[in-house]
């Protein structure tokens, strides 16, 4: 069992920090003014 989180724990991580920031990104957005948002998106691609 311990062999298995060694193998895949950047991956359990990565998938924490994806929700956390879909999360905290989902919270906010109302926060921002639309060009704001518009730059946001831009940059992301």
């Given at each position: 069992m311990l062999t298995?989180?060694?193998?895949?724990?950047g991956?359990?991580?990565n998938?924490?920090?994806v929700?956390?920031?879909t999360g905290?990104?989902?919270l906010l957005r109302h926060q921002?003014?639309?060009q704001m948002r518009?730059?946001?998106t831009q940059a992301m691609g």
């Amino acid at each position: 069992m311990l062999t298995f989180w060694i193998k895949t724990s950047g991956t359990w991580i990565n998938v924490a920090l994806v929700l956390l920031g879909t999360g905290a990104g989902l919270l906010l957005r109302h926060q921002l003014s639309s060009q704001m948002r518009v730059i946001i998106t831009q940059a992301m691609g």
